[in-house]
């Protein structure tokens, strides 16, 4: 078991699906977590609703035998000054809104050393939007995870002290995580801004009758999903311009690539396109509530990770 993070003191702001998410990945990588929620229920089922990313990250590790590496602690608070008071980072992890958060960060700050590093899992906030809380904004950095945090390696980071990125971006890799930094404050970030574009066409070609929900998801799943799953968008187009790189692919593709990004629909969420994409979803799964859509999601990903180890990528 990974122990890159023994010995350090984290808390995890929020018992939700990210923050229980984030805590079994912070144990598993040798961390004693200090869990809080404002909810006493969501404290008290937080052990029974870690078990199973904790599971999936011990079917991914090699060294199990290995007796001298063991989990983090993990301590469920009451109250959140005692979650955060010795903590080197504070994972928060609050549902999306603004005065939320700002008080949640007052009141973090009133307890947290003033050398800790507060991160925020924020997925709609950006920097600027979340900082006027503080008395010292720069100890904040929007450090967002994708879902589900314990098995997709993505952390997207922001802040405007370089050294407190650096200081987020070397306990996320000692946690197994691939931290990408964004070189500006951005909503949506890199890979949601990515997301969202992709989404957009998608619905588009529903909407339009291009074709059905089903045969969107298996054309991305079994082609270019398939190619990014290994290979970043700019380095396929790289490698689709064969020995001459990107440079022959823009020289000799890049009109045509202009034509369909002319071509790309701008579709409105009206209540017949959400009633489409509802009935589409339904029909692809095909009587598979979500628990166990999750579960078929994460046994692929477990599947995909352990192809991947030891297999350099973007």
């Not at 035998?65 to 959140?80: I, K, M, N, Q, W």
């Not at 950006?126 to 809380?133: C, N, R, S, V, Y």
């Not at 720069?138 to 980071?157: D, G, K, Q, S």
């Not at 951005?186 to 066409?201: D, V």
Request: aromatic share 4%.
């Amino acid at each position: 078991m990974p122990s890159g993070l023994r010995g350090a003191r984290i808390a995890v702001v929020g018992a939700g699906l990210i923050g229980v998410g984030w805590a079994a990945l912070f144990l598993h990588h040798g961390a004693d977590v200090a869990l809080w929620d404002p909810d006493g229920a969501a404290r008290e089922t937080a052990r029974t609703r870690m078990a199973k990313p904790l599971a999936d990250l011990r079917d991914l590790d090699d060294s199990l035998d290995d007796s001298t590496c063991r989990p983090g602690a993990l301590v469920v608070c009451d109250d959140l000054g005692t979650a955060v008071s010795d903590a080197v980072l504070i994972q928060e992890n609050a549902p999306e809104s603004i005065p939320l958060k700002h008080d949640l960060f007052r009141e973090i700050e009133a307890h947290a050393r003033p050398s800790a590093l507060l991160a925020s899992s924020t997925s709609a906030f950006t920097w600027t939007d979340l900082a006027p809380a503080l008395k010292d904004p720069r100890r904040l950095v929007t450090a967002h995870p994708f879902n589900p945090p314990h098995l997709v390696p993505l952390v997207e980071i922001y802040g405007p002290d370089d050294t407190r990125v650096s200081h987020a971006e070397t306990l996320y890799r000692a946690a197994g995580r691939v931290p990408v930094r964004l070189r500006k404050d951005a909503p949506g970030h890199i890979a949601n801004r990515l997301a969202s574009a992709l989404w957009r066409e998608a619905v588009h070609i529903v909407a339009d009758g291009i074709a059905d929900v089903e045969a969107v998801d298996a054309a991305l799943v079994n082609g270019p999903g398939f190619r990014w799953s290994v290979l970043g968008v700019h380095m396929g187009y790289h490698l689709g311009g064969g020995s001459g790189g990107l440079s022959a692919y823009l020289d000799h593709l890049g009109p045509s690539q202009q034509r369909r990004w002319s071509s790309l629909g701008h579709p409105s969420l009206t209540p017949e396109v959400c009633k489409a994409l509802i009935e589409g979803v339904a029909q692809e799964a095909a009587g598979r509530d979500i628990l166990a859509l999750e579960a078929a999601r994460d046994t692929a990903l477990i599947a995909a990770l352990k192809a991947r180890k030891g297999t350099p990528v973007v």
